[in-house]
C-alpha cells in the first residue's frame, strides 16, 4: 500500500457505483434483446443501488456509452437512446427516468470505447463542465460482427421484365431497368494502406505478436486455460454476484427469463486441469491463416456492457454519495499498426508517468485477454522496451499470472469474453470489486485497441 498521491480536491472523479451486465456467448442469453436494453436496464439499476438520485436525476450532465457496432439496437446515438429511453416507476406507472433536458453520447473507439467514456466524462468531470455522469459501453456481437458499421453500399442496377405477348411463358427485357443496392463491406480510406500496407486484422496482429516475441503454443494455451480456471473459480466464489445486474431477457428457446450469471465462462476448461488441457487446446486448430492463435488461446465474441456513475466529489458530499474509488488518469497512445496490440504497455507507461507511479505501487492489475500474446507481449515491452524491472513484468503463467497475484485476478476476456464496446468498463469494474474485497489501494486496467492503440485507467480505493 502507497500514500494517497494528492490531497482531496471538489473536483476529484469519484466512482460512487459500477455495474455491468453478465457476460452472454454468440447466440445465447443476450443475443435475441435489444441492444440499448442492457444499458438502458444497467441505468436504472444505478438509480435503484443510490436512490438519491432520482431527486437530482436532471443534474446529470451526460450519459456516455462506447459502442463499437453502432448499428440496430447501437444505433442512433445509444447514450441518447438511453437517457431517453431510461424509466422509473411513479405511483404504480413507468415515467422517464430523465428529463428531456438530460443530453446522450455516443463514442467509438473500438475495443476501448467503454473506458474512453470514462475518460471523456472524467474530463467533464476535472474542467468543471459538470458534476454527475454515467459512462460506460456495450457490445452486441451476435447481431453485429466487428466491422458491420464500414459496410457500404454499391448501386446495382437489375433488368426488368415482362411476360411476352406474341409467346406466353417467355418473358423479354424492358428497356427500364430497377436500381437495388448490395452491401459490400469497406475498406478504410486508401491513404491508411498506402501508409501501412502490412496493415491486417486484429487476429493476424496477434499471430504476429507471438512470432514476433518468440512466445510458443504451450505458453499461449496456458494463459488461455489459466483464465478459465480463474475465472470459473471466482463464479463459484459468488465474486461477480455484487457486479451484476440481471437482465429480465427472452429467446425462442427458453422464453423469458432472468439471466444472471456469466454463461461465457467454460467450466469444464477449468475442470480439466492443466495437464488435460494442455493435450487438448493443443489439438486444436489454428485459425486460418496464423500459426499460433485458436479458440483457445482467442477471446470469444460475446454480449455485454457495464456502466459506471461517476461524480466531482463535491457533488458527491452534497448529495451523501459514498465515494468507493477515485480515477487519478488515464494514458491513451497510438501503437504500431503492425502489431496493433501491443498498446496496452504503453499506455500503463504514460499513466503511470502522469501519476508519477511505478508498477510496484499497484496490487492489481487488468490487461484485456484479447489473445494470450496480447498478455505475455505487454511484459516483454514494459520490461525490454519501457525499463520497468523484470520482478514486476513477469506476466507469464508462472508469474503475475498465476492464480493469486497481480494480472487479472478473476480471469480475464479469453473466459469471461470481449464485448468489444463493453470491455474498457468491465475490466475496471470487475477490478474495483476484487480492490474492495482484498482492501488493495491501487488498479490500473489497460487494453489494447483495434487500428493499433491502447487505453490505461488508473483508480485508487477509497474507504
Known sequence: MVSKLVNEKPNDVVIIDAVRTPMGKRGGSLSEIVTSLMTVKLTEAIFERNPVLYDHAAEFEDIIVGCCS??????????????LGAQKIVDGEKKPLFPVTVPGLHLNRHCASGQTAMMVASMGIWSGMGDLYIAGGVEQQSKYPIGIDANDYRKVEVPKYKESKEHPGLYEK???????????MALPYEGVMQNYPTFASQLISADRIAQTWHLTREELDKVGWLSQYKATKAMREGKFKDEIVPIKTKTKE????IYDYDEVIRTNVADWGWEVAKEKMGKLKTVPGCKFMTAGNSCPTNDGASLFLLASRAKAEELGLKPRARIITFGVVGSDVYH????????????????????????????????????LATGKILHDELG?????????????????????????????????????????????????????????????????MGTAVIIEREG
Open 70 to 83: 453502432p448499428v440496430g439496437g447501437g444505433a442512433l446515438d445509444i447514450g441518447r437512446v438511453t437517457s
Open 174 to 184: 424492358k428497356k427500364k431497368t430497377r436500381e437495388l443496392y448490395e452491401r459490400i
Open 254 to 257: 427458453r422464453g423469458e427469463f
Open 340 to 375: 496493433m496490440l501491443t498498446g496496452p504497455g504503453y499506455a500503463m507507461d504514460k499513466a503511470m508517468k502522469k501519476a508519477n507511479m511505478t508498477l510496484k505501487d499497484f496490487e492489481i492489475m487488468e490487461v484485456n485477454e484479447a489473445f494470450s500474446s496480447v498478455i
Open 388 to 452: 520497468y524491472p523484470a520482478s514486476q513484468t513477469d506476466f507469464t503463467p508462472e508469474g503475475m499470472l498465476a492464480p493469486g497475484d497481480r494480472v487479472n485476478r478473476c480471469g480475464g476476456a479469453i473466459a469471461l469474453g470481449h464485448p468489444t464496446g463493453c470491455s474498457g468498463a468491465r475490466l475496471p469494474c470487475t477490478m474495483l470489486y476484487e480492490m474492495e474485497r482484498e482492501k488493495y489501494s491501487y488498479g490500473i486496467a489497460a487494453l489494447c485497441v483495434g487500428f493499433g
